[in-house]
């Protein structure tokens, strides 16, 4: 197999003697290639950019059981998915942690790199939050433990891995612990660069230096994590700048948003130096905030909020202690995760404790999820009554409005009968089964979806009257 690998790279060895690893990565590609006999068929296409493409396909590798995995093909040219090569090294020697996906084949064709890997059955980020509702229970559920997932990422390679492109869909809760996909834009720390920018991010996650004001390092990560955080509260995409101003808005406790705030420093020096810091500081602010009543719940149907004087009311100095404790011990011993037995302990309960209000939250929505679904059907069915009657006056009208002209009765009976109920309808009902099955839905402004059913709402009604003034009709 050595020879086969030497004779296939001869053209490279003319030009100059190749080093050892070099050697080893070209021989260890080549290996990888012969190795990969699986016949995969594309079950569909899941995303496609100018620089991957990825797609769920079923097939029977070897080594693993027969199923369904995840194909990645990643134009290297680019600069993307060089990462997949330490994973896939970190896999063999089984330091690759338990919060990234496994890898199946990994192979290397001219310009192209193929990573096959486990097909991971779980939610979403944004698929939980659609479904949960966002609010302080769901960040609770997720961020302490994807702080930790995000820790050990970093400290499972030397160089430290960066994974760049941390978003509520690139993390997948599975049995209630996160599972980190797509590393197409990750990389790994290059000591003495001065910057590096990328053009694979997501801009309203990605701080400052990967639009090339730096070199990305941990700190980057703990940057998209804040934002992470911000939408598990709102339930929205956060803004480009999220600043005190900006949390305050969102309904977020004072304690939260000096969290957000911190963590999505414009300056790498101002954030969090590591996302175990950021993960202690989450919990003290999220404990706080439960003690003090400051939880801010933005799911559909059966919520509540907290108003500003509440969030101004908030207990900082506590939070504060909270926080500060959490880098105190961060700084002092930073060797281990958990460092201590009695960390792990406390963990190990907190651990328990979310899996069981997870259990608990999932029983709750199997209860609500009758009364609402019969909800939503009386008002979709009151809709159809009216829309019904209304078609039925237009073309069968009674003696009074046979009087009327039929632009008329239409403008008066598709805007009173039925986009009026309609938008009101739509006020009404529970929104959360649309936003689970339909996750575009998930990252739409609240506030501005609530204002455009009201302003339809206005508009089915006043629109007939002032054409029926107008025209002498009223």
Request: aromatic share 6%.
């Amino acid at each position: 197999m050595a020879e086969g690998a030497r004779a296939a790279m001869s053209g490279s060895s003319e030009a100059g003697v190749l080093s050892d690893d070099v050697f080893q990565r070209e021989l260890d590609a080549f290996v990888a290639r012969s190795a990969q006999a699986t016949t995969w068929r594309v079950e569909r296409l899941l995303k496609q950019s100018d620089f991957e493409t990825t797609e769920l396909v079923e097939g029977e590798p070897r080594g693993s059981a027969p199923g369904r995995y995840i194909r990645k093909r990643i134009d290297m040219v680019v600069g993307a998915g060089a990462v997949y090569h330490a994973l896939w090294d970190a896999q063999r020697t089984g330091k690759c942690p338990a919060c990234v996906p496994r890898l199946i084949e990994l192979g290397v064709q001219g310009d192209e790199l193929t990573v096959v890997m486990e097909y991971v059955a779980g939610s979403t980020i944004m698929e939980l939050v659609a479904s949960l509702g966002a609010g302080l229970a769901t960040a609770t559920l997720i961020m302490p433990g994807l702080c930790d997932a995000v820790e050990l990422l970093h400290r499972a390679f030397e160089p430290p891995l960066i994974h760049r492109d941390l978003k509520p869909s690139n993390v997948i809760m599975r049995e209630g612990k996160p599972v980190i996909i797509d590393f197409g834009a990750a990389r790994q720390w290059r000591d003495g660069a001065s910057c590096d920018t990328t053009h694979f991010l997501t801009r309203c996650y990605a701080p400052p230096e990967q639009f090339g004001f730096g070199q990305t390092d941990e700190r980057t990560d703990v940057y998209a994590l804040g934002k992470v955080l911000y939408f598990c509260l709102v339930g929205e995409n956060p803004p480009n700048v999220c600043d005190a101003r900006a949390c305050e808005a969102a309904g977020i406790s004072r304690g939260l948003g000096e969290v957000i705030c911190r963590a999505c420093a414009f300056d790498p020096d101002g954030r969090y130096e590591s996302a175990r810091a950021l993960g202690d500081a989450v919990e003290g602010a999220l404990l706080c905030a439960e003690i003090c009543g400051q939880a801010v719940f933005r799911g559909g149907g059966g919520s509540f909020s907290v108003g500003p004087e509440r969030v101004r009311n908030a207990d900082a100095q506590h939070l504060a202690a909270h926080a500060e404790m959490g880098r105190v011990d961060a700084r002092s011993d930073s060797s281990a995760i958990p460092s201590s037995r009695t960390e792990r302990a406390s963990r190990s309960i907190a651990s328990k404790g979310w899996a069981m209000l997870e259990s608990l939250s999932t029983k709750h929505r199997r209860l609500m999820r009758m009364p609402l679904a019969v909800w939503n059907a009386l008002l979709a069915t009151g809709c159809a009554l009216l829309a019904i009657g209304s078609v039925m006056a237009i073309v069968s009208p009674n003696a009074h409005d046979a009087q009327l002209p039929l632009w008329f009765r239409v403008l008066e009976y598709v805007g009173v009968g039925m986009v009026s109920p309609g938008a009101l309808a739509y006020l009404l009902s529970d929104k959360r089964f649309l936003r689970a099955h339909i996750p575009g839905l998930a990252g739409i402004d609240r506030r501005k979806e609530a204002m455009c059913a009201a302003a339809a709402f206005l508009v089915g009604i006043l629109v007939p009257m002032v054409f029926g003034m107008v025209a002498g009709l009223i």
